[in-house]
């Protein structure tokens, strides 16, 4: 089970850190990501940070927030700084990446429920 928290409101420029607990099991030998979905938009990737070490941000967050995980705490964390408007949305975490392709939603098989952030302009 996979609980996400950190959302919030924050004005533009302004920094959030998502958290993703993991429970019932550990996740320190699995992919972990963030993806959100926007209203009325298709769920998007964010994130990975791959259980070999590598990580991968979408072209649209790169550089602006940083993945990682504390495996002693079972967590998972998502740093957003420099927030836009246009990050405002639900956003997810998920673990266990099956196959090659760790952008896709449909690879992952365990999710947590969503954590608002909006960002004001």
């Known amino acids: 089970q996979l609980q996400a928290s950190g959302g919030g409101l924050v004005q533009a420029g302004g920094s959030l850190r998502l958290s993703c607990a993991a429970s019932?099991?550990?996740?320190?030998?699995?992919?972990t990501a963030w993806f959100r979905q926007g209203l009325g938009k298709e769920r998007e990737f964010v994130a990975y940070?791959?259980?070999?070490?590598?990580?991968d941000y979408a072209d649209s967050v790169k550089g602006r927030f940083t993945i990682s995980r504390e495996r002693a705490k079972n967590t998972a964390y998502l740093q957003m700084d420099s927030l836009r408007p246009e990050d405002t949305a639900l956003y997810f975490c998920?673990?266990?990446?099956?196959?090659?392709?760790?952008?896709?939603?449909?690879?992952?098989?365990?999710w947590g429920q969503g954590t608002l952030v909006t960002v004001s302009s």
């Open positions: 998920a673990a266990q990446c099956i196959g090659r392709d760790c952008r896709r939603p449909n690879a992952y098989g365990y």
């Open positions: 019932g099991r550990s996740f320190s030998s699995y992919t």
């Open positions: 940070d791959h259980w070999s070490g590598d990580t």
